[in-house]
């Protein structure tokens, strides 16, 4: 492999930010020569790894061990692993030992160094392990992939909460926000090649605090930024939610009627354990907030099941919010024990069939209120904008309303990033059908 000629690809595992941070990879890697092929076809191979679920991890292992077969058949590929897996105490020294085909492995603090790091692997055969042990200052101005219709813009990283099953914290550093300056001229480039709208990054935006400027005053800012049709951010923690953030998604015509609010659970034991710093009637305080000033706005949530300690009381009380509230749809999750977070240290930890059982319930609820709601949209018209053409029905455009849901309609591609209105025919399953209205 040439520094100054050769093929890429990135997997991603995990959250919306790390989708980011491969896209963000991509354009470096770009910028020194870089194009990207196919994993098959790739001379550098780069895992983007998460840590949040058990799950993801074993997968990182498995496909990363699988590797070593290959390697005698493409015996000049470079392989390497980053991410917050990476950033876990002690993780990265253990990985390089387990698999020493293995030619790097990076942090999540010292992205920006990932052009170093390969041209320092191609031109010297070195194997590097970097990972910082502090997050250190936020290094602003790094490339972009531009020209997509939809973007993610990180405006924030870290997270200060502590929530007592979250190892976010620990891998991703504290919260530290960008300049307001900073993410405007981002958000300006992008518009300029093209993109249409924007979603705001952050493990807590509500904690955003860009100077003076907090998370409101960004999204009225980001309002004015021509060309940019539609703004949406996660993810929100309830305790911060404030009157002046709700005022900004109401009078912000950009600003999607969109709001992802994980509550995690029902019961306010589990929330104290969990260290959320809120009662399940704060959070329903919010939501009527919320729905006096914005209507129609489409609530969507995040839920752990099996959390150590849930009784089945503690349980039906989260069943109880879900079916009060009426979420549009919601992530739910068994309860994954993440070493190094006090939840994994916790007595009285949930069998594993609970686990299932009790997920199981709460999704079969959850599908109920969703497809009521979905089919409530029937005869609707709604402002869509179209996101890509469909794979497998010719004709068919693939877009999202402003609430976020997934509509499927006959169209040319030369919609792609424009917003029309499209009334709503049917349903199948978590997909709207629809027609442009003439």
């Known amino acids: 492999m040439k520094d100054t000629d050769f093929t890429y690809n990135i997997v991603t595992y995990g959250c919306q930010m790390n989708e980011k941070d491969s896209s963000t990879m991509a354009a470096m890697l770009d910028q020194i020569g870089g194009r990207e092929s196919s994993r098959d076809d790739a001379q550098l191979l780069i895992f983007n790894t998460c840590c949040v679920r058990e799950h993801a991890e074993d997968k990182v292992f498995g496909n990363v061990g699988a590797l070593k077969k290959q390697l005698s058949e493409r015996p000049n590929l470079i392989i390497g692993v980053c991410g917050c897996m990476m950033q876990q105490k002690g993780v990265a020294e253990k990985f390089m030992k387990k698999f020493p085909f293995v030619n790097f492995v990076m942090g999540t603090h010292n992205m920006h160094q990932l052009p170093q790091i390969v041209l320092q692997v191609v031109k010297y055969g070195e194997r590097v392990c970097a990972v910082w042990d502090s997050e250190g200052e936020i290094i602003e101005e790094l490339p972009l992939r531009t020209g997509k219709i939809s973007s993610y813009v990180n405006i924030m990283f870290g997270c200060d909460n502590y929530c007592t099953y979250c190892i976010v914290p620990y891998v991703r550093g504290h919260e530290r926000s960008r300049s307001k300056d900073a993410i405007i001229r981002e958000v300006q480039a992008l518009s300029e090649s093209g993109t249409k709208e924007i979603i705001l990054l952050g493990q807590n935006v509500n904690s955003y605090q860009g100077g003076d400027d907090r998370f409101a005053d960004l999204l009225y800012s980001l309002n004015e930024i021509p060309g940019i049709d539609r703004i949406r951010f996660m993810t929100s923690h309830p305790k911060d939610i404030s009157l002046a953030l709700m005022n900004a998604m109401k009078d912000c015509d950009h600003v999607c ?37 914005i209507p129609d706005i489409a609530l969507t949530t995040d839920i752990i099941v099996g959390f150590p300690g849930e009784t089945s009381d503690d349980f039906q009380q989260t069943l109880d919010l879900v079916n009060d509230i009426r979420f549009v749809t919601g992530y739910f999750f068994k309860y994954s024990p993440r070493p190094g977070t006090p939840a994994a240290k916790f007595e009285n930890q949930i069998d594993e069939d609970i686990k299932q059982e009790r997920l199981a319930t709460l999704l079969k609820l959850q599908d109920g209120i969703t497809n009521e709601y979905n089919r409530s949209l029937i005869g609707k018209t709604l402002h869509v904008m179209p996101e890509k053409t469909a794979d497998r029905h010719a004709g068919q455009i693939i877009g999202r309303s402003d609430g976020g849901r997934t509509v499927h309609f006959l169209g040319s591609s030369d919609l792609l990033g424009s917003t029309v209105p499209v009334t709503i025919t049917d349903v199948t399953g978590n997909t709207l059908l629809g027609v442009i209205r003439n």
């Not at 034991?269 to 704060?282: G, H």
């Open 257 to 293: 009627k969109q709001l992802h609010l994980p509550v995690q659970s029902g019961s306010n034991e589990i929330l104290r354990r969990m260290n959320r710093r809120y009662t399940a009637e704060i959070y329903r305080e919010k939501v009527m907030e919320l729905r006096q000033l």
